[in-house]
């Protein structure tokens, strides 16, 4: 069984700090992971990929992956309260269905002002 | 629209009825998801369309599932029978390729009653 693990939070975190956010997958052979942002009630919203380890930086987020450790995290930087959300990480694997994800369960983020 | 457009946003059906749920992909988009997620927690896969080949349907979780694309375009997910456990929110992703990142829709809400 093919699992992605999140700390479901809430993280809580002041306006103007680094937000982390941390993830692992079961899978080793997993080539592709993503993170989605969510609001409640709305649908998933894609603000990072990587493919390949080491950091990927886009404006304020940064996307970090470590195969060997089976980890990827997210970092944002300069939270805003409009951060606040449920971020979903999602996997997907190499050699199984060509596209399906495997995702957490999310980490509910908070920023305060 | 220039995103993934999913219809009804909201469905109630009495136990026992059958429902259809519609999805229009980005245009161009190869590659065709569809997902439920329950309350709190991540989306998990139902099934999987390239063009209008079905190419993995190992998610849908009873054979009260079907979903087709016909066209390889619109796609549309029945629910024959429906059961109070089959409330949740249905969502449809698109891809340009199976392993390109997916862009969501905003769901369709099904409540049984």
């Known amino acids: 069984q093919k699992e992605v693990e999140q700390n479901s939070g809430p993280l809580s975190v002041p306006e103007g700090a680094i937000a982390s956010l941390n993830c692992t997958y079961s899978?080793?052979?997993?080539?592709?992971f993503f993170w989605y942002r969510q609001y409640s009630g709305k649908s998933p919203e894609l603000i990072m990929f990587?493919?390949?380890?080491g950091d990927k930086e886009d404006g304020r987020f940064t996307a970090q992956l470590n195969k060997a450790s089976q980890y990827v995290s997210l970092l944002i930087r300069d939270s805003q309260p409009s951060d606040s959300a449920t971020y979903l990480c999602?996997?997907?694997?190499?050699?199984?269905?060509?596209?399906?994800?495997?995702f957490g369960k999310g980490t509910k983020l908070s920023v305060k002002p | 629209g220039a995103g993934v457009s999913q219809s009804p946003r909201y469905k109630v059906a009495k136990r026992g009825q059958d429902v259809a749920l519609r999805c229009d992909p980005i245009s161009g988009h190869v590659s065709l998801f569809w997902y439920q997620q329950a309350l709190g927690q991540g989306p998990e896969f139902l099934t999987y369309?390239?063009?209008?080949?079905?190419?993995?349907k190992s998610g849908l979780p009873s054979d009260r599932f079907f979903a087709e694309r016909p066209e390889g375009s619109v796609s549309t997910l029945k629910i024959q029978r429906t059961q109070q456990e089959d409330s949740a929110v249905y969502l449809c992703?698109?891809?340009?390729?199976?392993?390109?990142?997916?862009?969501f829709g905003d769901g369709t809400r099904l409540s049984i009653l």
């Open positions: 992703a698109s891809s340009l390729a199976g392993a390109q990142p997916q862009h």
């Open positions: 369309f390239q063009n209008e080949a079905q190419l993995d």
């Open positions: 899978d080793r052979g997993s080539q592709s």
């Open positions: 990587i493919y390949s380890n």
């Open positions: 999602a996997v997907k694997a190499y050699g199984g269905s060509q596209g399906n994800l495997i």
